[in-house]
């Protein structure tokens, strides 16, 4: 057992005060800061709901009082909003769309060739955060289309800004070595953070993952994205999401 003395304890306090004198002190702070990844921002794409499903909640699986669930595999995927130090955020949105079983999304033109949309997929959800941060939503493994690997759209708002938008990939995709929103993350650590492993439950077979979304947009960052509802940016460079063939 290593025992404190007051010996050891004036010599931390001298180490302390010599830290704090240099500077020193608050680099090994901004250390801990720096050990968080920043989520990237990626392209909204083309498929961002053109008109909103009247049921939003974070369950994905079940619209409204359908009692029939959407087809495909049962996939829980949640985390954490976390600001630059770490810190949860409170009353951040998290907003969900994806394509269903079938590689098709609710947008109007969002159905894939020879595919119809499944009806009881609800394409889009939003949770709001409490003081832990916390979000989470209820969905089926996004089907592949056309040009991407498997991936979920993420949006998320801080109170009085504008959306930020992501995306999540799945560990192990052999399409992810090609993707090319995933591949114009050119950091290792930032492109990392985006790839998560969604495990199966031996009982249930449903699938689960966990991310935190860490944000540190800056203002120049804020004002070229879109906010809900608000009119599309100026000059931003086209979407790098293909869209599929006109069903
Ligand atoms: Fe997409």
Same mark, same amino acid.
């Given at each position: 057992?290593?025992?404190?003395?007051?010996?050891?304890?004036?010599?931390?306090?001298?180490?302390?005060?010599?830290?704090?004198?240099?500077?020193?002190?608050?680099? !090994? @702070?901004?250390?801990?800061?720096?050990?968080?990844?920043?989520?990237?921002?990626?392209?909204?794409?083309?498929?961002?709901?053109?008109?909103?499903?009247?049921?939003?909640? $974070?369950?994905?699986?079940? +619209?409204?009082?359908?009692?029939?669930?959407?087809?495909?595999? !049962?996939?829980? !995927?949640?985390?954490?909003?976390?600001?630059?130090?770490?810190?949860?955020?409170?009353?951040?949105?998290?907003?969900?769309?994806?394509?269903?079983?079938?590689?098709?999304?609710?947008?109007?033109?969002?159905?894939?060739?020879?595919?119809?949309?499944?009806?009881?997929?609800?394409?889009?959800?939003?949770?709001?955060?409490?003081?832990?941060?916390?979000?989470?939503?209820?969905? +089926?493994?996004?089907?592949?289309?056309?040009?991407?690997?498997?991936?979920?759209?993420?949006? +998320?708002?801080?109170?009085?800004?504008? @959306?930020?938008?992501?995306?999540?990939?799945?560990?192990?995709?052999?399409? $992810?070595? @090609?993707?090319? +929103?995933? $591949?114009?993350?050119?950091?290792?650590?930032?492109?990392?953070?985006?790839? *998560?492993?969604?495990?199966?439950?031996?009982?249930? *077979?449903?699938?689960?993952?966990?991310?935190?979304? !860490?944000?540190?947009?800056?203002?120049?960052?804020? *004002?070229?994205?879109?906010?809900?509802?608000?009119?599309?940016?100026?000059?931003?460079?086209?979407?790098?999401?293909? @869209?599929?063939?006109?069903?």
């Amino acid at each position: 057992m290593h025992l404190i003395t007051s010996k050891s304890l004036d010599s931390r306090r001298r180490f302390l005060f010599q830290l704090a004198a240099t500077g020193a002190f608050f680099t !090994v @702070r901004g250390l801990y800061a720096e050990a968080l990844t920043l989520t990237p921002r990626l392209t909204e794409g083309p498929y961002f709901p053109d008109k909103l499903p009247l049921d939003q909640d $974070n369950d994905l699986i079940r +619209v409204t009082n359908d009692i029939t669930p959407a087809v495909g595999t !049962v996939t829980n !995927v949640g985390g954490r909003v976390l600001d630059r130090g770490g810190a949860p955020v409170k009353g951040a949105l998290v907003e969900l769309w994806q394509a269903d079983d079938r590689g098709c999304y609710i947008h109007s033109r969002g159905e894939q060739r020879g595919q119809k949309r499944d009806p009881h997929f609800q394409g889009y959800g939003k949770f709001e955060t409490a003081s832990d941060g916390g979000w989470r939503f209820r969905t +089926v493994k996004p089907g592949l289309y056309t040009g991407r690997t498997r991936h979920f759209h993420f949006g +998320v708002t801080l109170p009085g800004q504008r @959306r930020f938008t992501t995306q999540l990939m799945f560990a192990g995709e052999p399409g $992810n070595a @090609r993707d090319m +929103v995933l $591949n114009e993350v050119r950091d290792a650590a930032q492109r990392a953070s985006i790839i *998560r492993e969604f495990k199966a439950d031996p009982a249930t *077979r449903e699938l689960a993952g966990t991310w935190d979304i !860490v944000m540190g947009a800056t203002a120049g960052d804020e *004002r070229r994205e879109r906010g809900p509802g608000g009119p599309p940016p100026k000059g931003r460079p086209p979407g790098g999401e293909r @869209r599929p063939p006109p069903a």
